[in-house]
């Protein structure tokens, strides 16, 4: 597609649920990225692929939180058993390779409210 | 590690006047910087970034920014706000992560706010 696509863009939860938030990056980019975004502060690193392997998991908060990637494109953020404090934008993006000078595309994000 | 301060959470301008967004970072290495602008109920867009070479970087929508390696800096300026610009924006500073991937430690942001 034309830009990266995060879906659903609104999700309300009760606490303990599980969700799923997905992420379509632009076609052929092979890192792919998610952030969060809780209110008021600035985005934190989450996870990081490369192809369908993560090689790079070290911001995923707990264990209730997970990713997973196929066909080298859409990829899948699940938290399990959600707690208030999951509330925030999660923000997908995607750049053509890895690397640190290229340019990482965002999404518009999932807003995830947990009550 | 990486890291990004931003000086001033909020800053208000009046329409026409220059803006200017502060950026400190910290880095062990020649640093890849970035300024993002996010829109109300919008992803964030890249305004530009430094790698090599120049240091005065151009971006879109009449903003710039220079890298000031003596002062560990990047600010972002435009020398006319127009009432668009309201938005917030991130700077952010890329760190290798394990396996190649390109990891962004981004600001807590400052929300510019241009008045008539």
């Known amino acids: 597609g034309a830009g990266v696509s995060q879906s659903p863009s609104n999700k309300v939860t009760e606490k303990g649920k599980d969700v799923e938030l997905r992420c379509d990056p632009i076609s052929g980019h092979t890192a792919l990225y998610w952030y969060r975004q809780r209110l008021g502060q600035g985005l934190e690193f989450l996870i990081y692929f490369q192809g369908n392997s993560a090689p790079d998991k070290s911001g995923l908060p707990s264990d209730r939180f997970s990713a997973e990637r196929t066909g080298e494109s859409v990829s899948t953020l699940t938290i399990q058993r959600t707690q208030q404090e999951d509330s925030a934008v999660y923000l997908c993006?995607?750049?053509?390779?890895?690397?640190?000078?290229?340019?990482?595309?965002f999404g518009e994000g999932s807003w995830l409210t947990v009550v | 590690a990486q890291s990004v301060t931003q000086l001033g959470s909020h800053v208000s301008v009046s329409e026409g006047a220059l803006v200017l967004l502060r950026c400190n970072y910290s880095?062990?290495?020649?640093?890849?910087l970035f300024w993002y602008v996010q829109y109300p109920n919008q992803g964030l867009q890249l305004l530009l970034k430094?790698?090599?070479?120049?240091?005065l970087v151009k971006g879109i929508n009449g903003f710039e920014a220079e890298f000031k390696k003596s002062e560990t800096s990047f600010h972002l300026t435009k020398p006319s706000a127009h009432m668009s610009d309201a938005a917030e924006y991130f700077c952010?500073?890329?760190?290798?992560?394990?396996?190649?991937?390109?990891?962004?430690?981004f600001g807590t942001g400052t929300q510019l706010k241009v008045e008539l």
């Open positions: 952010a500073v890329s760190d290798i992560l394990t396996g190649g991937g390109n990891k962004l430690t």
């Open positions: 430094y790698t090599t070479g120049a240091t």
């Open positions: 880095s062990s290495v020649p640093p890849y």
């Open positions: 993006a995607s750049s053509l390779v890895a690397g640190s000078g290229n340019t990482i595309y």
